[in-house]
């Protein structure tokens, strides 16, 4: 499995090791800043900071999937900086010693939403700087494809309907979702959506414990048997294609080759749907967004993500004048406006949305929900949820098993992890 922030394990940490601060960041006494962004995001992240004028004052180190890593350097290889996607770790972290308290102009004037304080406060301080937010429960669906096929706007379905939906077109040419097997946070998503929109309770209960967590519970199996009618459904493109298809190739299923009607993905996968729009010579008009289902009789998920930026323990003292400039509300405005597929945290913002994401922007100001695998430690990512929703996926693809048994096996192995990480 791999995830969206790239494949850059093979070097091993070099980027550490040597001072990876390509491009035109990066001199003598520099600010280092790890990141877990690689691609068109680290791009869009150079950009921001050439918007801002800090020039040889930062040094950008990209560690990908390894950007946990970045606590455990020490001495000159250490970054002062950490744009921490693990949004739900920073307060453990701070009670560890390993971060410094935020500057304060960061916080004054309440500029976040209530959400980001109870994440980012330890013992009434802020040990985290909002810079990213992250829509989670965002679905991106083709509306020419829906009207052909007789299914109308999905705005206020549930998940019945969704089901439904897949049902009908089973064994066409057409699959109503696109799933990105290959990519483990995709499923997760999935899962921690439809969880939610069983149980806010179960959900909250599930990220506020200490483990050993209890998963078999039922709605956790409630959630996996909805998972299980969805990603059952068969299709021309089997289940394989799917084990093997990253998130980038879903929505080209969906806005370029057009053998799907829908995707799960948050909004940064914007530029990538923008791209295929121009690649199919189709128009922006067709691209429609809605949230995740609600379960009959229940509310819609609204989960949200993002990346924080937490300044060291033993930082140099200009880290937090950085932290200050790229958490200020002009900030961004070259990622959002140059490059798309980013929500800004800030109360105040500032920066045209585009007509598809001004919409969610404006969702996600009230009050979502944290997501869960961001807040349960190592069960929430390659070693808990990922394994054992990829196994599941696997099992009732294509209808090839009865879900209940597979619900069963795959709540007594997320069990079985919560034993094995304590």
Not at 28 to 43: D, F, M
Request: overall charge neutral; aromatic content about 8%.
């Amino acid at each position: 499995m791999v995830s969206r922030r790239g494949l850059l394990r093979a070097g091993a940490l070099l980027p550490l090791a040597a001072g990876c601060g390509a491009g035109p960041f990066g001199g003598p006494g520099a600010v280092r800043i790890a990141v877990a962004w690689s691609g068109g995001e680290l791009a869009a992240f150079r950009a921001v900071l050439d918007g801002l004028s800090l020039g040889s004052t930062v040094e950008v180190v990209p560690l990908g999937d390894d950007i946990d890593t970045a606590f455990g350097s020490a001495g000159r290889e250490a970054p002062d900086i950490v744009m921490m996607p693990q949004i739900g770790q920073v307060r453990s972290l701070a009670a560890r010693g390993r971060l410094r308290v935020s500057p304060d102009q960061v916080w004054q004037g309440v500029p976040y939403a209530a959400y980001w304080e109870r994440l980012l406060f330890h013992d009434g301080k802020p040990f985290g700087a909002p810079f990213k937010a992250t829509a989670k429960s965002l679905a991106w669906f083709d509306r020419e494809g829906m009207a052909k096929y007789g299914l109308g706007d999905p705005a206020g379905w549930t998940v019945r309907d969704w089901v439904a939906a897949a049902a009908e077109l089973s064994g066409g040419p057409v699959r109503f979702l696109a799933p990105a097997g290959a990519d483990g946070w995709t499923l997760t998503d999935s899962f921690e959506n439809m969880l939610l929109a069983e149980s806010p309770d179960d959900y909250a209960e599930l990220a506020e414990s200490a483990p050993p967590r209890r998963w078999d519970r039922p709605a956790v199996r409630a959630a996996l048997w909805n998972l299980g009618a969805l990603w059952g459904v068969r299709a021309e493109r089997g289940i394989g294609s799917a084990l093997t298809r990253q998130f980038p190739d879903a929505v080209r299923e969906v806005f370029d080759h057009r053998t799907a009607l829908m995707v799960v993905l948050p909004d940064f996968a914007e530029p990538i749907v923008r791209r295929c729009l121009r690649n199919a010579k189709r128009a922006d008009e067709v691209v429609g967004t809605t949230w995740f289902p609600r379960v009959p009789g229940g509310v819609r998920p609204h989960i949200v993500g993002g990346d924080v930026a937490v300044v060291t323990a033993k930082a140099s003292e200009a880290a937090n004048g950085v932290v200050a400039a790229l958490t200020g509300p002009e900030a961004a405005k070259p990622w959002i406006e140059g490059f798309g597929g980013f929500l800004g945290p800030h109360r105040d913002t500032q920066g045209a949305y585009s007509r598809i994401l001004a919409p969610v922007a404006e969702e996600l100001a009230a009050e979502p929900v944290v997501e869960l695998s961001e807040r349960i430690g190592a069960m929430g990512g390659r070693h808990g949820l990922w394994p054992v929703l990829t196994a599941f996926l696997t099992e009732v693809g294509d209808g090839a098993n009865p879900v209940l048994p597979a619900v069963d096996r795959a709540v007594a192995a997320l069990d079985e992890r919560e034993r094995r990480s304590r």
